[in-house]
């Protein structure tokens, strides 16, 4: 859980982020508490930051984003932390989004505590005297003058972080007007809502990784798979009796020579196919030429045949037409004869 609370001095983000520690195991993160444990231990960076404190001036932004990023690399942030006073500005924003980015983390939640201004000075004074009754040394800054200076800073410097949470989507507003127990069970809530929405997203993700890398896989597995698959014939083929082997390429060399002789037979057949048509019109071009010579030689023969017999035919008829009429010419006279000469008895 990466969470940053916003607020007004004397809202109250110091009690809630000691809860929040607690409550979810992560750590509390203070840019002065950062700052002077860096110098302590003699970072490069705490050194930078030492040398300008020294001076009098303002540690740079860079130098603040360094230290928190050599911080949050800690075991004890493995879990998440608390941004408490940082950041500041929308610049300070922005370098921290970007730090995140590089280390590809983001934040859950930007919290705001949104207190009425007005009942800020009593709260102060209020906390003053019960740090007085217990005997401790109230703060420098713990005071009316001291708090509406703060709080002329944070609306010119700070505030314009919630427009910027807020179009990004991450900023949640709590009423820090109420106890402070019903403002931690309210940011309880809400953590909560988050964490179960992480939690979904982070499934589905991690789904879609699967399937992904589960789809990568497959082509991959199938070639292995093939490659087993021809080893195991290759390692077959090979395990095999030599007599066998010559029997199986006899065989194939017949199977190849049958084939050659199939092809070459229907081939020799088409070929021969291809030569009757034409020998038989050949044949048919000479009978038809043979016949065509003999029909009109024959035809006259027939002719002149069939002239002769008629012509042989007509003298007969008209000699025996002649010999009819003479014989009845011949009778006419026999008979007139011998009525004559019976007239003459």
Do not use: C, W
């Not at 960076?45 to 800690?74: C, F, H, N, T, Y």
């Not at 924003?93 to 930007?110: H, I, M, S």
Request: aromatic content about 2%; glycine content about 8%.
């Amino acid at each position: 859980m990466r969470l940053i609370l916003l607020g007004p001095p004397g809202a109250g983000k110091g009690t809630q982020a000691a809860r929040l520690v607690q409550q979810y195991g992560i750590v509390q993160l203070s840019t002065g508490d950062m700052l002077r444990a860096a110098v302590a231990a003699g970072t490069p960076v705490g050194l930078k930051a030492k040398d300008i404190m020294a001076s009098g001036g303002l540690v740079p932004d860079e130098v603040v984003i360094g230290i928190i990023s050599d911080r949050i690399e800690q075991p004890d942030a493995a879990n998440g932390f608390i941004l408490d006073g940082f950041p500041r500005t929308v610049p300070q924003a922005e370098a921290l989004d970007a730090l995140l980015k590089d280390k590809k983390l983001g934040l859950d939640a930007v919290v705001e505590l949104r207190v009425n201004e007005s009942a800020l000075l009593a709260r102060v004074e209020t906390r003053v005297a019960e740090m007085r009754a217990r005997g401790e040394e109230p703060r420098a800054d713990d005071n009316a003058e001291a708090l509406a200076k703060r709080l002329a800073a944070y609306r010119a410097q700070t505030e314009p972080l919630v427009e910027y949470y807020s179009e990004k989507r991450k900023l949640l507003t709590v009423d820090g007007m109420m106890t402070i127990d019903e403002v931690t069970r309210e940011i309880g809530r809400i953590l909560e809502a988050i964490g179960e929405a992480n939690a979904k997203k982070a499934a589905k993700t991690a789904a879609a990784k699967r399937a992904v890398k589960k789809s990568a896989k497959k082509p991959a597995k199938t070639s292995k798979a093939k490659a087993a698959k021809a080893n195991t014939s290759k390692a077959a083929g090979k395990s095999k009796a030599p007599g066998k082997v010559s029997a199986k390429k006899a065989s194939a060399k017949k199977a190849v020579s049958g084939k050659s002789s199939s092809k070459a037979a229907s081939a020799k057949k088409a070929s021969s196919g291809l030569k009757k048509p034409a020998k038989a019109t050949k044949k048919a071009g000479k009978k038809a030429a043979k016949v065509a010579g003999k029909a009109p030689a024959k035809a006259t023969k027939k002719a002149d045949k069939s002239k002769a017999k008629s012509t042989a035919k007509a003298p007969k008829r008209g000699a025996k037409v002649t010999k009819k009429a003479a014989k009845r010419a011949g009778t006419s006279s026999a008979q007139k004869a011998r009525k004559v000469n019976k007239k003459r008895a």
